[in-house]
């Protein structure tokens, strides 16, 4: 099979979307990230990134720092920003290469799993944008990378090494890697020590003083984290505000907000999958139902107690993000290698090319509803292909070549022939005049106006809620009006476009009425351009 074009693939892919200030698949963290890290160029807050003006406490700074380097490195830019977490994900391919060629001892299962990581969605969201996630990823399984190897060859600096770069990972979002590499040793130790034997329970006590290396090693995660923590409180003056702030606001907040429904947990681990999804969900029911002993099979056991160990983790706070999972769908890559399946078996079970072919249809729909001619062309291809390749084509190998090639381009053909042609205007050429000026961003959300400084780079925003207009937008020539509120009468429109709604509230009969009609302004919302002064 001709793997290495797919590879090359890649970079393409998010050379084209690396640079795009509204991203494919956006994430709203990421307005703020990105406004940190240039406002902390701005004002030479380069330890301490800021805010808003004041000190950052939602987040360790490791994110900031590297996206401030990359800037001075390439330039201020999206591209450069976002390129920090595109290295995460280069260097987790790199993990997960040398992983599955130790498993497997075969470099065409090793790269055949890298692109199929790559062309994940996992990847082609979070290795695009200035996130933690992608950050997480790859300390997540740089843990796991140290532990395997030290396993393997006894040499113990691997996981010493291994432990101590993998506390770096504290200053991207606090301890939670801790925690999970916490859950991660107390699934490795469950699978070791617990066993059910002609329904008793024993315990092997001594597989702990076995591994009393990976024991002690744990600590040496602490380093780094107890040296920043103390660097904060005893020399930074804010230090104490930002610890309290982080600790007690930011992190144990998340057991007091409005508390969300848990079932947002469970649906990241099938949207992070696609397009792999049920071949996933057929891997996990198999791998508890059927377990397949192998030489590797008490790590794919402790990944099992580990999903739902952090799963259960996650469901605690009333915050419950789809995306907290994110840090351990690489693991399930890993899983087939050290079942010794083949990812042939896996994508060519019924369900999932019948999933395949149900997938192009829906995106046919979509084309010819919203009008995308090559959505439909290349939609309609995938559909003959699948078709053919299930009921004509006599060689497996073609099958499985027709199963694998129109399974990986579902999500470039949703980026490229979907998502682009349906995308916002570009903000920045809609509003070439404003370039250099101030402006009043009215919004809801102070992020709004936040995205807007970050795409208009030159100018000066001031942020306005829709009562504050007279007090916040008195001194700027230009207001940008993202509300539809009521607009003081010494401003003058001077142009208008529409957004997608982010939040719909449509009853199913007026969704469905919508469609049928083609009626997008039910979707959309009118943004509007406004100037001091009358036009002449």
């Known amino acids: 099979m001709m793997l290495y074009p797919f590879l090359l693939l890649l970079p393409f892919i998010f050379g084209t979307i690396l640079g795009i200030p509204d991203a494919p698949f956006p994430q709203g963290d990421e307005i703020m990230h990105i406004r940190s890290i240039r406002e902390s160029l701005s004002s030479g807050s380069y330890l301490i990134p800021s805010l808003s003006g004041?000190?950052?406490?939602?987040?360790?700074?490791?994110?900031?720092?590297?996206?401030?380097?990359?800037?001075?490195?390439?330039?201020?830019?999206?591209?450069?920003?976002?390129?920090?977490?595109?290295?995460?994900?280069?260097?987790?391919?790199?993990?997960l290469y040398r992983l599955v060629f130790q498993i497997r001892k075969s470099k065409t299962d090793a790269l055949l799993t890298i692109i199929l990581f790559g062309f994940s969605f996992l990847s082609l969201k979070f290795f695009g944008l200035l996130m933690m996630e992608?950050?997480?990823?790859?300390f997540l399984l740089y843990y796991f990378y140290s532990f395997y190897f030290y396993k393997k060859t006894k040499q113990s600096h691997y996981?010493?090494?291994?432990?101590?770069?993998?506390?770096?990972?504290?200053?991207l979002k606090g301890p939670i890697l801790h925690v999970y590499i916490i859950l991660f040793l107390l699934s490795y130790f469950y699978v070791k020590v617990v066993r059910f034997q002609k329904g008793k329970l024993s315990l092997r006590l001594k597989e702990i003083v076995n591994e009393k290396l990976i024991v002690f090693s744990f600590g040496l995660t602490l380093i780094i984290p107890i040296l920043w923590i103390l660097f904060l409180y005893f020399t930074i003056p804010a230090g104490k505000d930002l610890l309290r702030f982080f600790f007690i606001t930011e992190n144990i907040g998340k057991f007091y907000s409005a508390n969300q429904s848990g079932v947002r947990i469970w649906f990241g681990w099938i949207l992070y999958t696609i397009p792999f999804t049920i071949p996933f969900l057929q891997l996990i029911g198999s791998s508890i139902s059927k377990q397949k002993q192998t030489k590797h099979q008490s790590y794919v056991m402790t990944f099992l107690v580990f999903f739902l160990l952090v799963t259960s983790v996650h469901?605690?706070?009333?915050?419950?993000?789809?995306?907290?999972?994110?840090?351990?769908?690489?693991?399930?890559?890993?899983?087939?290698?050290m079942r010794n399946l083949s990812w042939e078996s896996l994508l060519m079970t019924k369900t999932n090319q019948i999933t395949n072919v149900i997938v192009y249809f829906i995106l046919t729909f979509l084309a010819i509803i919203l009008r995308l001619p090559y959505l439909f062309i290349f939609s309609l291809l995938g559909i003959v292909v699948l078709s053919s390749a299930r009921y004509f084509f006599q060689s497996k190998n073609n099958q499985w070549r027709a199963v694998f090639y129109s399974q990986i381009l579902i999500l470039p053909l949703i980026i490229f022939f979907l998502l682009k042609p349906m995308s916002d205007p570009d903000l920045r050429d809609l509003t070439e005049e404003v370039e250099g000026n101030s402006i009043c961003v009215v919004a809801e959300n102070p992020w709004t106006?936040?995205?807007?400084?970050?795409?208009?780079?030159?100018?000066?925003?001031?942020?306005?809620?829709?009562?504050?207009?007279?007090?916040?937008?008195?001194?700027t020539e230009y207001l940008i009006n993202f509300v539809g509120t009521e607009i003081p009468k010494e401003f003058s429109k001077r142009a208008t476009w529409f957004h997608w709604k982010q939040h719909l509230q449509m009853n199913p009969q007026l969704l469905i009425s919508a469609i049928l009609k083609m009626d997008k302004s039910k979707f959309q919302t009118e943004i509007s351009l406004w100037k001091r002064g009358e036009l002449k």
């Open 449 to 475: 106006a936040m995205d807007v400084q970050n795409k208009l780079v030159n100018s000066k925003v001031q942020f306005a809620l829709p009562l504050t207009i007279a007090e916040n937008c008195s001194h």
């Open 134 to 138: 992608g950050a997480m990823v790859f």
């Open 159 to 171: 996981i010493i090494l291994g432990s101590l770069l993998t506390g770096i990972g504290y200053l």
């Open 315 to 337: 469901l605690l706070p009333n915050r419950k993000d789809p995306y907290y999972v994110t840090p351990f769908i690489c693991f399930i890559f890993l899983i087939p290698s």
């Open 54 to 95: 004041l000190p950052n406490p939602y987040k360790p700074p490791l994110l900031f720092w590297m996206g401030m380097a990359s800037d001075k490195i390439f330039g201020m830019s999206y591209t450069s920003e976002r390129l920090v977490s595109l290295l995460f994900g280069i260097a987790t391919m790199f993990l």
